[in-house]
C-alpha cells in the first residue's frame, strides 16, 4: 500500500508539472485575428511568427509569451507596480519592495507613458495583451504554470488577472532601474566617507578613467559634433560627518537595498558589442557581435523569437528576429532583413541623490520653503491586512529614506510625536519622467539606415544604451541614446555638482538643466578603423562632447576586445568563428597587472610556494580547468580585504571589478601607501609586499581547505559555477524538491569580472558563484543572415518541466552557439512543430 500510495504520489506530481506545458502543434481557434497566423519552432523551442497582419503579429507574439514565460511575466509585472505581496503573501522583503516601488511610482509614471506613444505602438501593446489574453482565458492557474500550484499551497491563487498594456510599459521602468548608471557609485561615495572622512583620499578609490591604456569608444575624430564637457569642482565642504545625514543616506540605501533586480545588479552587469567593417571580415559585409551582461536567472532573461509579417509592407513592416522580454512587443536586440544592432549599457549619470532639509511639510530651497506633496497607497497582502503607506515627494523626487521602518541603519524608528531627521534624500531620476522609449523599441525593430537609428534613438529615454549597428549594405555605426540630465558647473558650491556625490537639495544652482539634445549625443557612421567596440568604456575622449558620466567601467574588456580585432584583421580577414572566439576570451587583466608583482617576491616556506608556482607558468587565462586561475583568485580577494575592506563601512567592502584593478594598478607603484596597511594588525604597518605575500601564503590556506592540498588539482570550474535561482520558489528558504524543480543544475565556467567571458563574481562576498553574466550570445553576419549564430542562457521555455527550461545552458557554459536561421525557407527547414492559429 505505502509503494502504491508513494506511485500515486509521483504520477500526480508529474501531472501537476508536466500540465502547464503548451500545445505547439496542430490548430488552434483564436478570436480576433484577421487571418491565419503560423507558429513554428526549431529543436530548442523557438518560435517564429508570420502573421499577415502587425496587429496579428503582435496578438501572436502575446499569446506565445503567455505560453512559454507567463508567470515571469505574472511576477514581473506584480514587482514593476508594487504588488508582490498579492502574489506571495505575507513577507518582509516582499512588503519592502512593494513599498519602494510604490513610493518610486513605476505603474504610475508608465501609465502617464502611454498618452505619449504613437498609435501605432499602442496598437501593437494593445495586440499583445489581447494575446495574452486570450491564453489566460477559460484557463485555471496550475494550467498555466506550475508556480501557481506551489504557491497554492501557501496562500489563496486566483486566476490569474487579464494582461493590460500598462503592464508591458513597467516593465522597462524596472529594465531602467537595473541599468540606471553611476548611482551606486554615489552612494559609495558618501558611505566611504563616513569612514575615511577625507574626499581626497575617497576619490582615490574612484580614480579617473585611464585613457592612456583603454580607448574610449569614439575618437574626437570620429564624432560629427564636438563640444567641451563640463569640469566640476572637486572639494566639498557639505557636512558629510554629520550623523544625522549619514543616517538619512544609509536608510536611502537600506531601502533602495529592497528593490529586486529583475535584469541584474552590482559587478558585472554590463555588455560587450562590437561591429566589424565589411573590408575587414571574409565576406565582404559587416559582422556584429553583442553579449549583455546580466543577472543570472532561471529562465533567463531573454526570449528568443522571430517576427515576420507574410507580405512585408507600409501596412505590417516587421521582418525581425532576435531577442525579446517575455511581456513587450517586438525584439530588444537582434536583426531585421537590412539592419543588425547591438546594446550595452551607455552607464550615464542619470539619477541623483538629492539631500533635503525638512521642516515637517517643506523642505528649504534657496532660502525658502517648499512643498512635500503626500499621497497614499494601499498595499494588498495575500491572506493579510492591507498597508497603508504614506508617499512623500520633493521639488526633486520621492523621499526614499523614510520609506522604511528600519532598525539599525543607524538609529531606531522615530516614535510618533518626537521630531524627525533634519535630513531626508530624495530620488532624482530620469525615468520617473514619461517618456517614449516604447516608440523607440518597435522604430529599430524596422530601421534600415544609420539615420533610422538615429531617430530611434532621439525617442530611447530610459536606458540610456550604446547602439552599434550594421547594414547589409555594407554600413556600420555607433550612437548613443537617452535622456541625460545637463548639470551646472558650479564651482564654489559645497560638492562637486557633475553628479558624483549626493547633492544639496537647498541649492537650486545643483539642479539639472534640462536634457542633452538628441542631436548632440556621440554617433559615428563608417569610422576609418573599421570597427567600434563598446564594453561600457568612456564614450569619448575626455573633454569631448556632451558630459555623460564621471563613473564608467574602466576599459579592461574593451580594449581586451580591441586588441583581439586589430590582431585577427591586421593581415587577415574574420568571421563568424572568429567574433565567437572572440566572445569566449577569457584573458585576465588582473593577472596581467599583478602576477608581475607578485612573482617577485619571495615565499621561503616550499607549501605556501605551490600556489606562487603556477604562476610562473600560467598564460594568464581564466579558464574553468586552470589550478592558476583559482589560485589567482583568492589572491585576489585577500588583496583587496587587506588594502581596503578595514577602510571602508560595512556592506561597502571591494567587489573586485575594473574600478578596484584601475586602484591597484595604481598603488602598485606606490609600495609604501598608507592605502596597504591593514588597520586590523594592531602595532603593524604594513606595505605593499607585506600584503601581496600574506595573500599569496592565506590564498594556499583558504584553496587548501576548499579543494584539497595538492595544488595541481584544483580547478577554477570547482568554485567558479553558475547557478541559475528561480526569482521566487529557487530560494534556500524553499524545500529542496521545489528547488531541485525550479533551479537548473550549476555549471562550472571560465571567465571573470573584467574578462571578455563576463562571468562576474563578487570579491567581497565569500563565494566566487558567478553574479552576472553574458545572458546571450550572438553574431550576426550582414552578408549572409542564415549564417548568424546565437545562444540564450538558459532555454526557450520558462516552463520547468519542459525540455527547453535549461538545454541551452551547457552549450551557453561552453562557450558555444546555435545556427540561426532568418529567411523563410531556412526558418521552414529547421521547424519542427507547426501552430496554426486560426480566427
Same mark, same amino acid.
Given at each position: 500500500?505505502?509503494?502504491?500510495?508513494?506511485?500515486?504520489?509521483?504520477?500526480?506530481?508529474?501531472?501537476?508539472?508536466?500540465?502547464?506545458?503548451?500545445?505547439?502543434?496542430?490548430?488552434?481557434?483564436?478570436?480576433?485575428?484577421?487571418?491565419?497566423?503560423?507558429?513554428?519552432?526549431?529543436?530548442?523551442?523557438?518560435?517564429?511568427?508570420?502573421?499577415?497582419?502587425?496587429?496579428?503579429?503582435?496578438?501572436?507574439?502575446?499569446?506565445?509569451?503567455?505560453?512559454?514565460?507567463?508567470?515571469?511575466?505574472?511576477?514581473?509585472?506584480?514587482?514593476?507596480?508594487?504588488?508582490?505581496?498579492?502574489?506571495?503573501?505575507?513577507?518582509?522583503?516582499?512588503?519592502?519592495?512593494?513599498?519602494?516601488?510604490?513610493?518610486?511610482?513605476?505603474?504610475?509614471?508608465?501609465?502617464?507613458?502611454?498618452?505619449?506613444?504613437?498609435?501605432?505602438?499602442?496598437?501593437?501593446?494593445?495586440?499583445?495583451?489581447?494575446?495574452?489574453?486570450?491564453?489566460?482565458?477559460?484557463?485555471?492557474?496550475?494550467?498555466?504554470?506550475?508556480?501557481?500550484?506551489?504557491?497554492?499551497?501557501?496562500?489563496?491563487?486566483?486566476?490569474?488577472?487579464?494582461?493590460?498594456?500598462?503592464?508591458?510599459?513597467?516593465?522597462?521602468?524596472?529594465?531602467?532601474?537595473?541599468?540606471?548608471?553611476?548611482?551606486?557609485?554615489?552612494?559609495?561615495?558618501?558611505?566611504?566617507?563616513?569612514?575615511?572622512?577625507?574626499?581626497?583620499?575617497?576619490?582615490?578609490?574612484?580614480?579617473?578613467?585611464?585613457?592612456?591604456?583603454?580607448?574610449?569608444?569614439?575618437?574626437?575624430?570620429?564624432?560629427?559634433?564636438?563640444? *567641451?564637457?563640463?569640469?566640476?569642482?572637486?572639494?566639498?565642504?557639505?557636512?558629510?560627518?554629520?550623523?544625522?545625514?549619514?543616517?538619512?543616506?544609509?536608510?536611502?540605501?537600506?531601502?533602495?537595498?529592497?528593490?529586486?533586480?529583475?535584469?541584474?545588479?552590482?559587478?558585472?552587469?554590463?555588455?560587450?558589442?562590437?561591429?566589424? $567593417?565589411?573590408?575587414?571580415?571574409?565576406?565582404?559585409?559587416?559582422?556584429?557581435?553583442?553579449?549583455?551582461?546580466?543577472?543570472? $536567472?532561471?529562465?533567463?532573461?531573454?526570449?528568443?523569437?522571430?517576427?515576420?509579417?507574410?507580405?512585408?509592407?507600409?501596412?505590417?513592416?516587421?521582418?525581425?528576429?532576435?531577442?525579446?522580454?517575455?511581456?513587450?512587443?517586438? *525584439?530588444?536586440?537582434?536583426?531585421?532583413?537590412?539592419?543588425?544592432?547591438?546594446?550595452?549599457?551607455?552607464?550615464?549619470?542619470?539619477?541623483?541623490?538629492?539631500?533635503?532639509?525638512?521642516?515637517?511639510?517643506?523642505?528649504?530651497?534657496?532660502?525658502?520653503?517648499?512643498?512635500?506633496?503626500?499621497?497614499?497607497? *494601499?498595499?494588498?497582502?495575500?491572506?493579510?491586512?492591507?498597508?497603508?503607506?504614506?508617499?512623500?515627494?520633493?521639488?526633486?523626487?520621492?523621499?526614499?529614506?523614510?520609506?522604511?521602518?528600519?532598525?539599525?541603519?543607524? !538609529?531606531?524608528?522615530?516614535?510618533?510625536?518626537?521630531?524627525?531627521?533634519?535630513?531626508?534624500?530624495?530620488? &532624482?531620476? !530620469?525615468?520617473?519622467?514619461?517618456?517614449?522609449?516604447?516608440?523607440?523599441?518597435?522604430?529599430?525593430?524596422?530601421?534600415?539606415?544609420?539615420?533610422?537609428?538615429?531617430?530611434?534613438?532621439?525617442?530611447?529615454?530610459?536606458? $540610456?544604451?550604446?547602439?552599434?549597428?550594421?547594414?547589409?549594405?555594407?554600413?556600420?555605426?555607433?550612437?548613443?541614446?537617452?535622456?541625460?540630465?545637463?548639470? &551646472?558647473?558650479?564651482?564654489?558650491?559645497?560638492?562637486?555638482?557633475?553628479?558624483?556625490?549626493?547633492?544639496?537639495?537647498? @541649492?537650486?544652482?545643483?539642479?539639472?538643466?534640462?536634457?542633452?539634445?538628441?542631436?548632440?549625443?556621440?554617433?559615428?557612421?563608417?569610422?576609418?578603423?573599421?570597427?567600434?567596440?563598446?564594453?561600457?568604456?568612456?564614450?569619448?575622449?575626455?573633454?569631448?562632447?556632451?558630459?555623460?558620466?564621471?563613473?564608467?567601467?574602466?576599459?579592461?574588456?574593451?580594449?581586451?576586445?580591441?586588441?583581439?580585432?586589430?590582431?585577427?584583421?591586421?593581415?587577415?580577414?574574420?568571421?563568424?568563428?572568429?567574433?565567437?572566439?572572440?566572445?569566449?576570451?577569457?584573458?585576465?587583466?588582473?593577472?596581467?597587472?599583478?602576477?608581475?608583482?607578485?612573482?617577485?617576491? %619571495?615565499?621561503?616556506?616550499?607549501?605556501?610556494? %605551490?600556489?606562487?608556482?603556477?604562476?610562473?607558468?600560467?598564460?594568464?587565462?581564466?579558464?574553468?580547468?586552470?589550478?592558476? &586561475?583559482?589560485?589567482?583568485?583568492?589572491?585576489?580577494?585577500?588583496?583587496?580585504?587587506? &588594502?581596503?575592506?578595514?577602510?571602508?563601512?560595512?556592506?561597502?567592502?571591494?567587489?573586485?571589478?575594473?574600478?578596484?584593478?584601475?586602484?591597484?594598478?595604481?598603488?602598485?607603484?606606490?609600495?609604501?601607501?598608507?592605502?596597504?596597511? @591593514?588597520?586590523?594588525?594592531?602595532?603593524?604597518?604594513?606595505?605593499?609586499?607585506?600584503?601581496?605575500?600574506?595573500?599569496?601564503?592565506?590564498?594556499?590556506?583558504?584553496?587548501?581547505?576548499?579543494?584539497?592540498?595538492?595544488?595541481?588539482?584544483?580547478?577554477?570550474?570547482?568554485?567558479?559555477?553558475?547557478?541559475?535561482?528561480?526569482?521566487?520558489?529557487?530560494?534556500?528558504?524553499?524545500?529542496?524538491?521545489?528547488?531541485?524543480?525550479?533551479?537548473?543544475?550549476?555549471?562550472?565556467?571560465?571567465?571573470?569580472?573584467?574578462?571578455?567571458?563576463? !562571468?562576474?563574481?563578487?570579491? $567581497?562576498?565569500?563565494?566566487?558563484?558567478?553574479?552576472?553574466?553574458?545572458?546571450?550570445?550572438?553574431?550576426?553576419?550582414?552578408?549572409?543572415?542564415?549564417?548568424?549564430?546565437?545562444?540564450?542562457?538558459?532555454?526557450?521555455?520558462?516552463?520547468?518541466?519542459?525540455?527547453?527550461?535549461?538545454?541551452?545552458?551547457?552549450?551557453?557554459?561552453?562557450?558555444?552557439?546555435?545556427?540561426?536561421?532568418?529567411?523563410?525557407?531556412?526558418?521552414?527547414?529547421?521547424?519542427?512543430?507547426?501552430?496554426?492559429?486560426?480566427?
Amino acid at each position: 500500500m505505502v509503494v502504491l500510495a508513494l506511485v500515486a504520489v509521483m504520477v500526480t506530481a508529474v501531472i501537476v508539472v508536466r500540465r502547464p506545458l503548451p500545445e505547439v502543434s496542430g490548430e488552434k481557434e483564436l478570436a480576433g485575428l484577421d487571418a491565419d497566423v503560423i507558429v513554428t519552432r526549431d529543436d530548442r523551442g523557438v518560435p517564429t511568427i508570420t502573421a499577415t497582419t502587425s496587429r496579428d503579429l503582435f496578438r501572436a507574439q502575446g499569446y506565445v509569451a503567455a505560453q512559454d514565460r507567463f508567470f515571469e511575466m505574472d511576477y514581473r509585472r506584480h514587482v514593476t507596480s508594487g504588488r508582490l505581496s498579492e502574489l506571495v503573501g505575507e513577507n518582509e522583503d516582499a512588503l519592502a519592495a512593494d513599498k519602494v516601488i510604490r513610493t518610486f511610482g513605476w505603474r504610475r509614471v508608465a501609465q502617464q507613458e502611454w498618452d505619449l506613444l504613437q498609435p501605432a505602438t499602442r496598437d501593437a501593446l494593445q495586440a499583445y495583451a489581447d494575446g495574452v489574453n486570450d491564453y489566460l482565458a477559460d484557463r485555471d492557474p496550475g494550467a498555466v504554470a506550475v508556480e501557481y500550484s506551489v504557491l497554492g499551497l501557501q496562500v489563496d491563487v486566483a486566476a490569474p488577472e487579464e494582461w493590460d498594456p500598462v503592464d508591458s510599459l513597467a516593465w522597462l521602468k524596472a529594465m531602467a532601474w537595473d541599468l540606471r548608471g553611476n548611482y551606486d557609485a554615489e552612494l559609495e561615495r558618501a558611505a566611504s566617507y563616513s569612514t575615511i572622512g577625507d574626499v581626497a583620499r575617497v576619490e582615490e578609490l574612484f580614480p579617473t578613467y585611464p585613457q592612456d591604456l583603454n580607448l574610449p569608444i569614439l575618437t574626437a575624430a570620429d564624432l560629427p559634433v564636438t563640444t *567641451v564637457e563640463q569640469a566640476a569642482s572637486r572639494t566639498t565642504s557639505l557636512d558629510l560627518d554629520s550623523a544625522d545625514l549619514q543616517e538619512a543616506m544609509a536608510s536611502a540605501s537600506a531601502a533602495l537595498a529592497a528593490v529586486p533586480h529583475l535584469v541584474g545588479d552590482g559587478e558585472g552587469v554590463g555588455s560587450n558589442s562590437w561591429v566589424v $567593417s565589411g573590408a575587414l571580415t571574409e565576406s565582404g559585409k559587416p559582422l556584429l557581435a553583442n553579449d549583455p551582461h546580466l543577472g543570472i $536567472s532561471a529562465p533567463g532573461i531573454w526570449e528568443q523569437i522571430g517576427l515576420r509579417c507574410d507580405d512585408v509592407s507600409a501596412a505590417c513592416p516587421y521582418d525581425v528576429s532576435g531577442f525579446a522580454f517575455a511581456g513587450l512587443p517586438g *525584439v530588444v536586440i537582434g536583426h531585421n532583413a537590412s539592419l543588425a544592432w547591438g546594446l550595452t549599457n551607455l552607464g550615464a549619470d542619470v539619477t541623483d541623490f538629492v539631500l533635503e532639509r525638512v521642516d515637517e511639510d517643506t523642505t528649504r530651497l534657496d532660502g525658502a520653503s517648499a512643498p512635500i506633496t503626500e499621497r497614499t497607497e *494601499v498595499i494588498k497582502v495575500n491572506g493579510g491586512d492591507d498597508v497603508r503607506l504614506t508617499v512623500r515627494e520633493s521639488v526633486h523626487g520621492p523621499l526614499v529614506s523614510d520609506v522604511l521602518d528600519l532598525v539599525g541603519v543607524g !538609529t531606531a524608528p522615530v516614535p510618533e510625536g518626537a521630531p524627525g531627521r533634519t535630513f531626508e534624500v530624495a530620488l &532624482a531620476w !530620469t525615468a520617473l519622467q514619461p517618456g517614449r522609449t516604447m516608440d523607440a523599441v518597435l522604430a529599430i525593430n524596422v530601421a534600415k539606415t544609420a539615420a533610422d537609428i538615429q531617430a530611434a534613438a532621439a525617442l530611447f529615454d530610459v536606458p $540610456s544604451q550604446n547602439i552599434v549597428f550594421a547594414t547589409t549594405d555594407g554600413h556600420i555605426g555607433y550612437q548613443a541614446p537617452g535622456r541625460i540630465p545637463v548639470r &551646472a558647473n558650479v564651482s564654489d558650491g559645497p560638492v562637486p555638482s557633475d553628479g558624483t556625490w549626493p547633492r544639496p537639495g537647498w @541649492d537650486s544652482r545643483y539642479d539639472w538643466q534640462g536634457f542633452v539634445d538628441a542631436a548632440a549625443m556621440p554617433r559615428a557612421l563608417d569610422p576609418v578603423e573599421g570597427f567600434v567596440v563598446t564594453a561600457n568604456q568612456a564614450v569619448t575622449p575626455a573633454g569631448v562632447g556632451p558630459f555623460l558620466t564621471d563613473d564608467w567601467d574602466y576599459g579592461y574588456r574593451a580594449q581586451r576586445i580591441r586588441t583581439l580585432l586589430t590582431a585577427a584583421t591586421t593581415d587577415d580577414k574574420v568571421d563568424v568563428a572568429d567574433m565567437a572566439r572572440i566572445q569566449s576570451d577569457e584573458h585576465s587583466p588582473f593577472a596581467d597587472v599583478l602576477v608581475p608583482v607578485l612573482l617577485t617576491l %619571495d615565499i621561503e616556506d616550499s607549501f605556501y610556494d %605551490d600556489g606562487q608556482e603556477l604562476l610562473r607558468t600560467w598564460d594568464r587565462v581564466q579558464s574553468s580547468d586552470s589550478a592558476a &586561475a583559482a589560485y589567482f583568485a583568492a589572491v585576489w580577494v585577500d588583496v583587496l580585504r587587506s &588594502a581596503f575592506a578595514d577602510d571602508l563601512p560595512e556592506g561597502y567592502g571591494p567587489n573586485g571589478g575594473s574600478r578596484w584593478l584601475e586602484v591597484v594598478r595604481r598603488l602598485l607603484e606606490e609600495p609604501a601607501s598608507p592605502w596597504w596597511d @591593514d588597520k586590523t594588525t594592531a602595532g603593524v604597518v604594513e606595505g605593499r609586499d607585506e600584503v601581496l605575500t600574506r595573500a599569496m601564503v592565506e590564498a594556499r590556506r583558504q584553496l587548501t581547505a576548499q579543494l584539497g592540498r595538492d595544488a595541481s588539482d584544483w580547478r577554477w570550474g570547482l568554485v567558479h559555477t553558475a547557478a541559475p535561482e528561480h526569482p521566487v520558489l529557487g530560494g534556500a528558504s524553499l524545500p529542496g524538491v521545489i528547488r531541485n524543480l525550479v533551479n537548473p543544475d550549476a555549471v562550472a565556467v571560465g571567465g571573470g569580472s573584467s574578462i571578455v567571458n563576463a !562571468t562576474a563574481w563578487d570579491a $567581497s562576498s565569500e563565494s566566487f558563484g558567478v553574479t552576472a553574466g553574458p545572458s546571450m550570445r550572438m553574431v550576426v553576419d550582414l552578408g549572409d543572415l542564415d549564417a548568424s549564430t546565437w545562444v540564450t542562457f538558459t532555454g526557450a521555455s520558462g516552463h520547468p518541466a519542459s525540455v527547453h527550461y535549461s538545454d541551452q545552458l551547457g552549450p551557453w557554459s561552453r562557450g558555444e552557439t546555435f545556427p540561426w536561421p532568418f529567411t523563410q525557407a531556412a526558418t521552414e527547414a529547421d521547424a519542427r512543430d507547426r501552430l496554426t492559429l486560426t480566427p
